[in-house]
């Protein structure tokens, strides 16, 4: 048989009569990316899945009770989530309390006897909490009656006890993040019943989240595209940081981002925003948001996930960011204020006058290069998801056509024989050119070929087997902004 052609299967030394046909699927082959969603959070000691250990969820609210204990940060963050993209494959790996770190706790002090009946509407972290108040009721049997209630929905993030008139609040975990838990009143505009009055001091003392080395460790080669973060610790954050390098570097090639929130005013919600500067993390700042930052980061997450894999390169705005509740309208930034949070690494969102909150504008945390200069290369999440793709298309491509093809290599242009299994500069080049063209034809990821042809440089080594190449891609731009300038004639 003729051994230019690149045969896998026909043998050598075949001389019987016929026509064998040998059938491959190297120019067929068509990688195909299953994108997957990694959700990070608290157990409670109820749940049946141990710390540190990968699950898969398709079921966000039995699954995540079941496995993660009813009421736990992770199985509301599943919740939420599910509820938003119940088709993007999750995942979710959960974390202990740290043995050495607080509760959070807060107070609902009751003063007045009520003289009317009516209902107290307590909202805990965005769920509300209905509790009867009848005529004559003293206040210690009204912070009773709180504590009755708020027990008995065993979904909430606290459990309450009462003394004196007062209703005590207790996060049922350890950690910084309890103390953003919101307590407040009459959110939907609710009338507190006549004669009682309300004093609510919110929920503090919580120190100490739990060291996140357990649920980085469970991730180990699997490829996460995307990460639902629930701390703002600078500890854990760094650690994050750090392993979300490891993932974008050459070597791994499975890069991820990771969504988290910040709950804070404009000032602190800035300071936190201005320390950090990673290419690999958005936060979205909540404001004083009815709602936990943990959950607002599974809603923003799992509402930008599915428009990111269908199309990297296409922006976020408007997108709805379902089940979130916007603060109440004081307490709303203005068009000024949200601004200069995004030249402080802050993602921000709008709220429309139907109450919903929608994705403004995806940035990542990313402000300053190495040198300390500011920095826009990396200021949307659109560019590292495109350049994730662009590089994950290109590494699949060239995978199964040469490496699966088992190529030779060459540093010259020979005449070799027709279908020869060889690479030389101009099969790379080609191949290169061809991909790029589907980059801006087929998916709309990039532009200018021409210019992008003229970047690439490709050097061979036939004695190392290596082919090494640079290449720019010209990433599309989103359309965010325009201006016009009208000056008219009379």
Wanted: with cysteine; hydrophobic share 45%; proline share 4%.
């Amino acid at each position: 048989m003729p051994q230019t052609i690149p045969f896998n299967e026909m043998p050598a030394n075949w001389r019987l009569p016929g026509v064998h046909i040998e059938i491959s699927n190297l120019l067929a082959a068509q990688a195909e990316q299953q994108f997957k969603v990694l959700v990070i959070g608290q157990r409670l000691a109820t749940g049946t899945v141990a710390e540190g250990l990968l699950h898969r969820i398709t079921d966000g609210v039995n699954q995540g009770e079941e496995n993660y204990g009813r009421g736990s940060m992770l199985a509301e963050m599943l919740k939420a989530g599910k509820a938003v993209d119940e088709f993007t494959e999750m995942w979710a790996v959960s974390l202990d309390e740290a043995a050495a770190g607080a509760v959070a706790t807060g107070t609902i002090n009751i003063t007045g006897a009520a003289t009317k009946s009516g209902t107290l509407a307590i909202y805990i972290g965005g769920t509300r909490v209905r509790v009867a108040v009848t005529a004559g009721d003293a206040v210690a049997t009204v912070a009773a009656a709180i504590a009755t209630a708020v027990n008995a929905d065993t979904s909430l993030p606290v459990t309450a006890a009462s003394a004196l008139g007062v209703a005590t609040l207790t996060c049922r975990w350890k950690g910084e993040t309890g103390n953003d838990i919101d307590v407040r009143l009459n959110f939907y505009g609710e009338k507190t019943p006549e004669g009682i009055a309300v004093a609510i001091a919110a929920m503090s003392g919580g120190t100490a989240n739990p060291d996140i080395t357990p649920a980085l460790a469970a991730m180990g080669n699997e490829w996460f595209n995307w990460i639902i973060f629930p701390y703002a610790d600078a500890a854990n954050l760094a650690l994050l940081e750090a392993e979300l390098g490891d993932r974008w570097g050459p070597v791994k090639q499975m890069g991820a981002r990771a969504f988290m929130a910040f709950r804070g005013n404009h000032a602190a919600t800035g300071t936190f925003g201005s320390g950090r500067n990673y290419p690999h993390v958005t936060c979205l700042g909540t404001n004083i948001a009815p709602q936990s930052p943990y959950i607002i980061a599974a809603i923003d997450a799992m509402t930008a996930a599915n428009p990111l894999a269908l199309d990297p390169a296409r922006p976020l705005h408007t997108l709805e960011l379902e089940g979130m509740m916007a603060p109440a309208i004081e307490d709303r930034w203005t068009d000024s204020e949200r601004n200069l949070l995004l030249y402080d690494g802050i993602a921000t969102y709008t709220v429309g006058a139907d109450g919903r909150c929608r994705i403004e504008r995806q940035i990542t945390t990313y402000q300053t290069n190495a040198a300390g200069l500011g920095d826009i290369s990396y200021l949307d999440i659109n560019r590292p998801e495109t350049l994730e793709r662009v590089r994950f298309e290109q590494r699949a491509h060239i995978a199964s056509l040469f490496i699966q093809g088992r190529y030779k290599l060459s540093s010259t242009e020979e005449n070799f024989g027709a279908g020869a299994p060889i690479i030389t500069e101009s099969v790379i080049r080609a191949e290169l050119f061809g991909l790029y063209k589907g980059f801006i034809e087929e998916r709309a990821w990039c532009e200018d070929l021409e210019g992008y042809m003229a970047t690439v440089v490709i050097v061979i080594d036939t004695a190392l087997g290596t082919i090494t190449w640079k290449d720019e891609p010209r990433l599309i731009g989103q359309a965010r902004a325009f201006a016009g300038l009208a000056q008219f004639r009379i």
